[in-house]
């Protein structure tokens, strides 16, 4: 059976500093990994994924995330955080054993301070 | 081009009641996926179609049921409705030929239920 972890509900960051929201995985089979983002009141919108192409991936407004299968772990990292990144961040993971059904992590809320 | 849209956007309903919610796809998508979110948590898998055909179910009771038409939209019915059926029922569609490797899903803003 596939699982998600991320590994903090809460994180919070002062604007223009870095950061960085763990996420680890089980999966018997070659996974996909995502990264979502949920904003209050707004849909889910698709960061960046994990194919089994090359293991560091680059999303959208700046976000990357690296695959590290020899720790189950895609972490989400941004450089340089911005007001506008404050929302619910959701870990994703799909294989063949679900049919690729999307099986989502319980969210890490972002919170960025002046 | 429009993207994934599902109405109603609210609703309430009592315990016990039926309920239907219904989705339309990103044209030329052919597989509606259905997510329940309940409060604080992450979406769970419900629900895929792929074709008119169930490709796949999460683990939650036959009070749930689902369906695709042939324009490729979708409803989802909640029988008996209890308190922690409360949630964001979110649809999603894709590209996804029911086999193979993964297809980005594409999400709707979501219907909100409230059962009293």
């Known amino acids: 059976a596939q699982s998600v972890t991320q590994l903090d509900s809460h994180v919070s960051v002062s604007e223009g500093t870095p950061v960085l929201l763990r996420c680890n995985y089980s999966s018997s089979y070659s996974p996909s990994l995502f990264w979502y983002v949920q904003h209050p009141n707004k849909g889910l919108q698709l960061l960046l994924k994990y194919t089994s192409a090359a293991t560091l991936v680059k999303g959208i407004n700046g976000f990357e995330a690296e695959f590290k299968k020899s720790e189950t772990s895609f972490h989400l990292t941004k450089p340089s955080a911005h007001m506008s990144d404050a929302a619910e961040y959701f870990c994703v993971v799909s294989d063949q054993n679900s049919g690729y059904a999307l099986n989502f992590g319980k969210g890490t809320s972002l919170l960025v301070t002046p | 081009d429009a993207g994934v849209t599902q109405s109603p956007t609210h609703l309430i309903k009592t315990r016990g009641q039926h309920v239907t919610l219904r989705c339309s796809p990103i044209?030329?998508?052919?597989?509606v996926s259905w997510y329940q979110q309940v409060l604080g948590q992450g979406p769970q898998f419900i629900f895929q179609?792929?074709?008119?055909?169930?490709?796949g179910r999460g683990n939650f009771p036959d009070r749930f049921s689902a369906r695709q038409f042939p324009n490729y939209s979708s409803e989802l019915n909640v029988n008996a409705l209890l308190l922690g059926d409360s949630a964001l029922y979110l649809c999603?569609?894709?590209?996804?030929?029911?086999?193979?490797?993964?297809?980005?899903?594409?999400f709707g803003p979501g219907t909100r239920l409230t059962v009293l």
């Open positions: 179609y792929y074709e008119k055909e169930e490709r």
């Open positions: 999603a569609s894709s590209l996804w030929q029911g086999q193979g490797s993964y297809n980005e899903q594409f």
């Open positions: 044209s030329g998508h052919k597989s």
